[in-house]
């Protein structure tokens, strides 16, 4: 046996890393990025402001101006604060690490964003999924019957939810908050397609956090998510933070594209007329089914028997798209695809590509 395989973690050494495909020459629709670049004078701008930068000193690590702006432009309500992480990834491993103690139990509707259990296993914390009902809506009274019986100290709600894009019903989602005994933390990183939102409830539950990132309206590339909370939260979280875990250039420009929100707005409307666009246009199409969505992605089964969604999947790789085949995973997942909504011209491309590979 190699020393590596003496010493690494067994149930590691079983898993897989988390899988990105390669997107190279292909439209890419499988990680709901935004489809825009920034206008040709912004990104100028920022070429300069990056020039400008002590790429010699480490960041500042409270990153006070960002943390600053984000309140202000996110509109985080008075007395709380924020936490910044290198992606809302990271904010995950900050939380999971929090609570992560003997015995703790971290909690989830399932299916959902994979990092949630994901990060309890590397912090040895016991995951508890609670299914979704089939039509992928809260079952809340199974959800509440598993805190009362799990006691998590740790729940996620993603609102949206991802994969599947609905938004759970906000009284169930409040019947949880006060039924938990520990935190609950709603991860808004679909928010900007949905429009409701729990941050100005935060003021309401002492045990309630709300996540968010900037991937998802043009800046998945910088990597920054946040965390907001009052402080007897933010300032835990903030004691398993790397101590510089946001660079100088993601602080730097982030606050140039904050300063600019208008920009990302406006491309996040286009993204949600799209979507609206898109949405009969899929529902049309025979032999799929489009699962309803707040966000800038659908879930879509293929009917068929055991392997349709792959082979769907493969067809439109081959004919240059790329989406994301969740037919491997949750099984009631199976033959499921997830598209992210691109630019008009990506959208037509894979409205295409599907009609062709459902023949
Ligand atoms: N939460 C949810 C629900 C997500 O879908 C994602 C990304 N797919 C994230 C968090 C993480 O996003 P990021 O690390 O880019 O901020």
């Avoid at 729940?155 to 039924?179: L, M």
């Avoid at 009631?332 to 990506?346: I, N």
Wanted: with cysteine.
């Amino acid at each position: 046996m190699s020393r590596a395989a003496k010493v690494i973690r067994p149930e590691l050494q079983a898993m897989h890393a988390y899988p990105v495909a390669d997107a190279t020459g292909l439209v890419k629709l499988d990680l709901m990025e935004s489809p825009y670049g920034l206008p040709p004078e912004l990104a100028a701008e920022i070429g300069r402001i990056v020039a400008g930068l002590s790429l010699n000193r480490y960041p500042v690590p409270t990153a006070q101006r960002l943390r600053a702006l984000i309140r202000e432009v996110m509109q985080v309500p008075a007395g709380c604060d924020v936490l910044l992480g290198n992606g809302s990834d990271e904010c995950i491993q900050y939380v999971t690490a929090t609570i992560a103690r003997e015995g703790a139990v971290v909690m989830a509707p399932v299916p959902s964003f994979a990092m949630f259990s994901m990060h309890a296993f590397f912090f040895r914390v016991r995951f508890c999924g609670v299914p979704l009902r089939d039509d992928f809506s809260l079952d809340s009274r199974a959800f509440l019957d598993a805190m009362a019986r799990e006691q998590p100290s740790l729940v996620w709600i993603a609102y949206p939810n991802n994969p599947t894009g609905n938004a759970f019903a906000q009284a169930d989602i409040e019947r949880i908050v006060r039924a938990a005994p520990g935190l609950v933390v709603i991860d808004e990183a679909y928010q900007p397609f949905a429009g409701a939102t729990f941050m100005p409830r935060l003021a309401q539950f002492e045990n309630m956090v709300v996540m968010r990132t900037v991937s998802k309206i043009g800046m998945a590339g910088l990597r920054l998510g946040y965390v907001c909370g009052r402080p007897e939260w933010i300032e835990a979280f903030n004691k398993a933070r790397s101590p510089f875990n946001i660079n100088v250039v993601t602080e730097a420009v982030a606050i140039k594209l904050l300063e600019n929100k208008s920009v990302l707005d406006a491309q996040a409307a286009r993204v949600l007329a799209e979507r609206e666009r898109m949405r009969p246009e899929l529902e049309r199409l025979p032999g799929l089914t489009v699962y309803p969505s707040v966000a800038n992605f659908f879930l879509v089964r293929v009917a068929g028997p055991q392997g349709a969604g792959t082979r769907v999947f493969e067809s439109l790789k081959s004919q240059g798209v790329l989406v994301k085949d969740f037919s491997a995973g949750h099984p009631q997942l199976q033959e499921c695809l997830r598209l992210t909504v691109g630019t008009p011209e990506e959208n037509r491309i894979l409205l295409n590509a599907m009609r062709e590979a459902l023949q």
